[in-house]
């Protein structure tokens, strides 16, 4: 079980006022999660105009490891990045200084070429299940007996009951197919704090931080994402 911390995500800056968008501001709000007791980080890599870059990797990796060395880093690899799977396959493939891991929607077409990809450069791979459709395809693809890890992320569902039903549907494909693999589950927005509590009570990991929601367990706006890792690392801790 760990909390895992997302400090950007696709926000926009103006989502909150210390978002990180620069190299600069990731490093800083790296080091300030991990004191405030994150085990890992995920990041988004932004280039010079402040877009989502897979390009930028090598460079925001290696200021993180370095403000943070140890830590395990983990980047996304999400087709909107780059919008077309072939620069996203170049792109990974340039890569020098390598994320610990990357995630992958299960979602999106090419998943399984880029899966492969990460492991023909030694990445790990996060599996990202959104829907009970997702978690049907991961079972199905070659090589999911290998990823680091699952995330179950229910972030396409912004009512509380019908997340929790998908969560539920996601849960039970991955028992019937026997998979072993680490979990990591999650929500956005309003369904944040109900899936930190649920990753506790089912002993899951977690993640928080301004990718997935900007407020806090009681309903205010967070200082920074230090005091949203801070909140969740103490709800594990209780």
Same mark, same amino acid.
């Given at each position: 079980m760990i909390v895992q911390a997302c400090i #950007?995500?696709? @926000?926009? $800056?103006?989502?909150? $006022?210390?978002? $990180?968008?620069?190299?600069? &501001?990731? !490093?800083?709000?790296? =080091?300030?999660v991990i004191e405030a007791g994150a085990a890992e980080l995920h990041v988004h890599p932004r280039d010079a105009d402040g877009r989502e870059s897979l390009a930028a990797v090598d460079k925001t990796v290696a200021a993180i490891r370095r403000a943070c060395p140890g830590t395990l880093i983990g980047v996304?690899?999400? =087709?909107?990045?780059?919008? &077309?799977k072939d620069r996203t396959r170049e792109a990974i493939s340039r890569w020098r200084v390598l994320p610990d891991y990357a995630? !992958? #929607?299960l979602s999106e077409e090419d998943a399984p070429a880029v899966i492969d990809l990460l492991g023909q450069k030694g990445v790990g791979v996060e599996a990202g299940l959104a829907t009970v459709a997702d978690a @049907? @395809?991961?079972?199905?693809?070659s090589g999911h007996d290998r990823v680091l890890r699952i995330?179950?992320?229910?972030? #396409?569902?912004?009512?509380?009951e019908a997340a929790m039903e998908?969560? &539920?549907g996601i849960m039970a494909v991955l028992r019937q197919a026997g998979v072993r693999r680490p979990i990591l589950l999650h929500g956005y927005d309003q369904t944040v704090w109900p899936f930190v509590k649920r990753a506790r009570t089912e002993r899951l990991s977690t993640r928080v931080g301004l990718e997935d929601g900007k407020h806090l367990p009681d309903g205010r706006v967070a200082r920074d994402n230090a005091?949203?890792?801070?909140?969740? !690392?103490?709800?594990? @801790?209780?």
């Open positions: #950007n995500g696709s @926000r926009k $800056p103006d989502f909150h $006022p210390l978002f $990180p968008a620069t190299i600069e &501001d990731m !490093v800083r709000d790296a =080091a300030a996304s690899t999400g =087709a909107w990045i780059e919008g &077309d995630s !992958v #929607n @049907r @395809r991961f079972v199905e693809t995330l179950v992320e229910l972030d #396409n569902e912004r009512d509380l998908t969560c &539920d005091e949203i890792v801070s909140a969740a !690392v103490a709800l594990f @801790r209780q």
